[in-house]
């Protein structure tokens, strides 16, 4: 029989990395065009500083993201090249160690032994990396992949707001990019949600408080010292 049930964990990776670089995208993006707008500064000079930290921002999630992950990489594969040793070193060790992990999840001390039995004969490392380790095929750190998605979400999210103020005047840019950046971010939360099977209505309310406490933030430092910022 064919399994067709899909499970939202698969997404887990991905995921993750592009709702972290639209949500920052789109914050950080606003929060600086509304902190350089409030200090007074024309359309034009909006437009630059927005598009620089579009630029910046992006370059910095990915670097950032492709070095966080691929620490996480480095740990797995040194714990798998440990796990191999001992393999080879210490089968029956590994095996009692397998059968125990089997045990504490419920199963009797026999049909552990015989499942870790099965397994090991089948993919010892694999079966001691998911079960001992718990690294799998879901959870594996893909440094490239997390830095792609991250940029590139990144810069979708901060063209939104430099949509904006490229439509718009400078005069209407204090109200219309915050009120433009919340309804995105609220649909970021809502379709992060959907897409991960959490709560919709949770999810947009907390994107749109802190994105919209980042970005009074960030206006009322610009209005206060009337500096671009």
Do not use: C
């Not at 950080?28 to 509304?34: Q, W």
């Not at 490392?125 to 095929?137: K, P, T, V, Y």
Request: hydrophobic share 55%; glycine share 10%; no cysteine.
């Amino acid at each position: 029989m064919r399994h067709t049930e899909k499970h939202r964990t698969e997404r887990i990776g991905w995921l993750r990395a592009a709702v972290l670089g639209a949500n920052d995208g789109i914050v950080s993006t606003a929060s600086l065009v509304l902190g350089v707008a409030a200090a007074g500064a024309d359309s034009k000079a909006v437009l630059v500083a927005g598009v620089a930290g579009l630029v910046a921002g992006a370059m910095s999630m990915a670097a950032g993201e492709y070095v966080s992950v691929s620490s996480q990489s480095d740990t797995e594969r040194a714990d798998l090249a440990r796990e191999r040793r001992e393999l080879a070193v210490a089968p029956e060790q590994e095996h009692a160690e397998l059968a125990e992990i089997y045990v504490k999840r419920g199963l009797d001390r026999e049909l552990a032994s015989t499942v870790a039995t099965q397994l090991m004969e089948h993919d010892a490392l694999g079966a001691h990396a998911r079960d001992e380790l718990g690294i799998s095929e879901v959870s594996t750190a893909r440094p490239i992949q997390a830095a792609f998605a991250s940029a590139g979400t990144f810069s979708i999210g901060a063209a939104l707001p430099l949509l904006v103020v490229l439509l718009l005047p400078a005069s209407a840019l204090m109200w219309a990019v915050p009120g433009s950046s919340l309804l995105f971010l609220a649909l970021l939360g809502s379709l992060a949600a959907k897409t991960g099977g959490a709560p919709v209505l949770m999810a947009a309310s907390r994107v749109t408080f802190w994105g919209g406490l980042a970005m009074a933030l960030t206006a009322g430092v610009g209005a206060l010292f009337g500096v671009a910022i």
